[in-house]
């Protein structure tokens, strides 16, 4: 029997709505990280999952993002949801500028995705230097105490980001459910499995890929925005860095590459087992610095090995739920 | 900007241009042949640097001294790590390959941190500090026996490919996977036999780059993607290539250091990188594929 | 020293009933909110980059609740996390001791980091003393939670700079020409903006910058900086740096032959930690850190000194200085406001901490004051030079242990 996936996405969704009635405040940071993490992952997974495309420099767009909103806010007051608009044209442009030097020049496979990092570590080193964005020693916005809610700004209670970001990973979902089952989504899947097949049956291959990249750079653009509203402090050596961009992409892999639920799974599982690492860590009193990404990597090593579709096909599998499109 | 100031820095940028490259070199060969998108090599190179940090540690003996028998655990390493773990993953898709190696470098960066510390170690050898004088020019002691190596290192890998029969069979693997296994010839044994070749090869320039450079446990991520830019530019496959690129990288950011910011110094060879891809992918002593 | 959040949890609870019970019975005057602890949380990089100076902070934390005990009669649990030398874990690991009960937060040597847990004690109204950190802007943010005990970079240069001049008096020497080398990060940036501003003004300086060469925090190779270094000729280095990049540029000075009259820094951390004596051995003599230092001769340093050695019996104060020093001071803040608050209530403790006024205390300057932005104003530096391997306090006279050497032995002209 095969269950449909909106079953689950209901109990999970009223679960999420209400989970800050009974959360604490460090759960309910953990919870709006996780779904971060979830979102950015998706906005990502739309390039690489859906379209094939490896990116490993996605850092760039969170950063250029983040920057670009931080800095109208910082030198001008210019609030985040005018500054959004801004952050994501410019990160659409940049990621249309890599895409078509890349697509022109026929790189691909590990090739673009070293493009990518160079791209990103450049910009790194760049922002490292423009003063005007505050250089090395970091960009910091204002922040004030949390009791009042002032949207237009973007400050208020965590509770707020949590909403918030629960909104822009809601939504995220539905486009891409939405993409999968449109035109774009087909196109994307036989460009990635066959792109010499594809560009055979006439499709614009060059076109769609750019399609690609410009909405998995916009939607990472709007967590960029996020990032330095909720952070409230940028350094480029953190946002630019290749850590990052890793950091990005273990939640869709683990999860699920190119499906609509392995982004939010991976980010989830991720998340919780970082955290649960450090207090199993410390309540077993092995304090030694690196132990826990030992474990980490370890776990991360495993689920590569074992399950190198993700976790979320094989978790699927077993739940009897079949996705739009099984990979 | 006197003569002697510049000669200084050029002839410091070869010097650790070819250590560097002796390091690309692995991965040009772990790359070129097995196609594995190595990403734990600064890794690798880390170890190897810990390794002789410890031999010299408790037993003072100069890196240059433990050379081989470091590179023959490396090789050994190197084989085994490919033949049992990686192999399966060569015909998977890049991005699973990548995770896999992002999962063993993570591992190996963490436990050099369990059992090391983060602050940096070095190796400080009597001669550490003394340089020939050149004219005007200090060719500094350390890095020029460093950077010997590496050439005789790299001329080694060079002659054994070319000459011996086995070398000829793994450039046979490269070039023509499918017709290799036609030939008979046994792919997974040659792969393993590559994988721990490019692994000796960078426990050389490890136990070289020990001595220039402090080793801390984060230092792999900067190696790796040094390595890679390397290889890129200098092109896939060519074993001069990679020592070409070395040198190119190791002068050309000691140049743009001593011109521009030296902080700013590595922006210029991802700028290279950028250009060498769009505009020549296959490097420059490649062979276009 | 351990994070046993675990164990913090059950305490935790246990606070709760008791401050349930104390709740409902507080009406009847029984039980007043006076708990009996402060429960401080302490912030540090005690693993990753700077992992060392984290745990030389930490040593100075360690021994606080029992000199305090002692001092004030007050008691204080300490609640330790580490930051990992990284602005998120910083971040969070503040959120999370907030969150277990910590009435006041205290770190985090590294500017980044402590404007990160400035940030979120500013959010959430939780008391934060800065035991460590340069960067002007903590202060400057208008944060009404936020306090510093620490010079800013601004205060250091200034002081810094005057020390070199003191420096150049009692060695009745006369540099002409300098060659400013700084690391590019946050604390760099600052004190190379804090060089560029007070430098003009000091006109009884002898010298001037002839270059200025910044370099990559994460180099490990400085051959090209200090090639471009010696080419100018400069008769010192001035050096704003970290703790390994101050070592590689020691070595490859070395290397290249290049015996500059010194090597000052007018204030950065680095040439006078442990680990750069132990690396560098003999080529450690005679750098020089003007830097705020503890007083050798004031009581609470011996205080502090005898419960060092009881806890680090194999170890001297001297090598942490300045780390343990302030963060000791930190604690020692946070204490007497409890002490005078009577309440570990915030906004109270906040309070407090505005009206301190402590003037028997360790590190060198005047009391322990805090203006309307949470600052401290005129906190001393001492002339720290390396001699005979450890830290030693070449100025201003009247804390001095010696004279000061310069030019170091060695000194060619170029």
């Known amino acids: 029997m095969t269950r449909s996936p909106v079953a689950l996405l209901a109990a999970l969704a009223a679960l999420l709505l209400v989970l800050p009635l009974f959360a604490g405040s460090y759960a309910l940071s953990v919870a709006t990280l996780i779904l971060y993490f979830a979102y950015t992952g998706q906005a990502w997974n739309v390039m690489t999952g859906f379209a094939g495309q490896l990116s490993l420099g996605h850092s760039l767009y969170v950063g250029v993002g983040a920057y670009a909103a931080g800095a109208l806010f910082y030198h001008y007051g210019i609030g985040p949801w005018a500054g959004l608009w801004i952050a994501i044209l410019l990160c659409v442009l940049m990621g249309l500028i890599i895409g078509f030097l890349a697509f022109r020049f026929g790189i691909s496979g590990v090739y673009f995705a070293l493009l990518t990092i160079a791209f990103a570590e450049f910009t790194r080193i760049g922002f490292d230097h423009l003063d005007w964005l505050g250089g090395p020693g970091g960009m910091f916005l204002k922040v004030a105490q949390r009791d009042q809610i002032d949207l237009a700004n973007f400050r208020g209670p965590p509770v707020m980001y949590y909403y918030t970001m629960l909104a822009f990973a809601g939504g995220a979902l539905a486009l891409c459910a939405w993409l999968l089952r449109s035109r774009a989504g087909y196109y994307w899947r036989a460009i990635r499995e066959d792109e010499e097949a594809a560009r055979s049956l006439g499709i614009n291959a060059f076109r769609w890929k750019m399609l690609a990249v410009a909405i998995s750079s916009a939607m990472t653009a709007v967590s960029g925005v996020f990032f330095a509203f909720y952070y409230n402090n940028l350094f480029p050596e953190q946002i630019f860095s290749i850590n990052r961009s890793i950091e990005l992409i273990l939640g869709p892999v683990i999860g699920g590459l190119g499906t609509l639920f392995g982004p939010i799974l991976g980010a989830a599982v991720l998340t919780l087992l970082s955290d649960g690492l450090t207090d199993l860590l410390a309540a077993l009193g092995w304090e030694i610095p690196g132990i826990k990404q030992v474990f980490y990597g370890v776990v991360l090593l495993l689920v590569v090995m074992f399950l190198p579709n993700g976790i979320w096909p094989a978790l699927a599998k077993r739940l009897g739920i079949r996705e739009a499109e099984d990979r | 900007m006197s003569w002697d100031l510049v000669a200084n820095v050029v002839v410091a940028g070869v010097l650790t241009g070819l250590v560097y490259g002796l390091m690309a070199l692995g991965l040009s060969v772990i790359f070129g042949v097995v196609r594995v998108v190595n990403f734990a090599h600064g890794e690798m190179m880390t170890i190897a640097m810990y390794s002789a940090v410890l031999i010299f540690g408790s037993l003072k003996l100069d890196p240059f001294l433990v050379l081989l028998p470091v590179a023959a655990a490396f090789f050994v390493f190197g084989y085994v790590l490919q033949t049992g773990l990686i192999n399966p993953f060569i015909t998977r898709p890049e991005h699973t390959q990548f995770m896999l190696l992002i999962a063993l470098a993570i591992i190996m960066t963490n436990a050099l941190l369990m059992l090391f510390g983060p602050e940096a170690r070095s190796v400080q050898v009597d001669y550490q500090l003394e340089s020939f004088e050149l004219g005007g020019v200090l060719l500094d002691k350390v890095r020029l026996y460093a950077a010997s190596v590496a050439v005789v290192a790299a001329a080694s890998l060079f002659a054994f490919f070319r000459f011996t029969l086995t070398g000829k069979s793994i450039r046979a693997c490269a070039d023509n996977h499918l017709g290799a296994r036609v030939v008979g010839l046994n792919v997974k044994r040659l792969y393993g036999l590559t994988f721990g070749l490019g692994a000796a090869c960078v426990a050389v320039a490890g136990c070289a780059m020990v001595l220039l450079v402090d080793v801390t446990p984060s230092l792999g991520p900067y190696y790796t993607l040094l390595a890679f830019v390397i290889v890129i530019v200098g092109g896939l496959g060519s074993m001069t290539g990679a020592l070409l690129g070395g040198v190119l990288i190791g002068v050309s950011e000691a140049l743009a250091g001593l011109l521009i910011a030296p902080s700013a110094k590595s922006m210029f060879s991802f700028g290279l990188l950028i250009l060498v891809l769009l505009l020549r992918p296959q490097g420059l002593l490649g062979k276009r594929s | ?414």
């Open chain 3, 1 to 414: 020293m351990s994070n046993q959040t675990g164990v913090h949890r059950r305490r935790f609870n246990k606070a709760l009933v008791a401050a349930g019970t104390a709740a409902a019975l507080a009406p009847f005057g029984i039980l007043r909110a006076q708990s009996a602890k402060l429960k401080v949380g302490v912030l540090l990089p005690r693993s990753g980059f700077q992992g060392l100076i984290g745990q030389s902070c930490q040593k100075g934390a360690d021994l606080a609740p029992e000199v305090i005990k002692a001092m004030l009669g007050v008691d204080i649990e300490l609640m330790n996390a580490d930051t990992e030398t990284n602005v998120d874990v910083a971040r969070t690991r503040a959120e999370r001791l907030i969150q277990e009960g910590a009435h006041v937060l205290v770190g985090a040597f590294d500017s980044g980091q402590s404007a990160a847990i400035a940030q979120v004690a500013e959010q959430r109204g939780v008391p934060h003393i800065v035991n460590i950190a340069a960067a002007p802007q903590i202060t400057e943010q208008g944060y009404k939670f936020v306090f510093r005990n620490f010079q800013t970079a601004g205060d250091i240069v200034r002081e810094g700079l005057a020390l070199i001049g003191e420096l150049f008096q009692a060695t009745n020497t006369v540099p002409r020409t300098a060659v400013f080398m700084h690391v590019n990060d946050t604390f760099g940036q600052a004190m190379a903006r804090g060089i560029g501003a007070f430098m003009p003004r000091l006109t009884q300086l002898p010298f001037r910058i002839v270059d200025t060469i910044s370099y990559d925090p994460a180099a490990k190779d400085l051959s090209v900086e200090v090639s471009k270094a010696k080419a100018s000729k400069a008769d010192f280095v001035l050096l704003v740096s970290r703790l390994n990049d101050a070592i590689l540029l020691r070595r490859e000075m070395a290397k290249q032959r290049w015996n500059p009259m010194g090597v000052v820094s007018p204030g950065s951390p680095g040439m006078y930690e442990e680990q750069f004596y132990k690396t560098l051995g003999k080529l450690s003599e005679y750098c020089i850190s003007n830097v705020p230092w503890y007083n050798p001769k004031a009581e609470l340093t011996k205080t502090v000194e005898k419960a060092f050695l009881k806890r680090n019996p194999k170890d001297q104060l001297v090598f942490h200085g300045l780390n343990a020093g302030f963060t000791f001071e930190a604690i020692l803040v946070a204490a007497d406001s409890f002490k005078r608050a009577r309440s570990t209530d915030a906004k109270t403790l906040a309070d407090a901490i505005r009206q301190t006024n402590i003037t028997s205390k360790m590190m060198l300057g005047g009391p322990i004051k805090f203006n309307e932005k949470g600052q401290v104003e005129g906190i001393g530096s001492a002339c720290v030079q390396n001699l005979k391997l450890r830290p030693t306090v070449v100025l201003p006279v009247s804390a001095a242990e010696t004279k000061p050497v310069f030019p170091m032995p060695g000194y060619k002209p170029a």
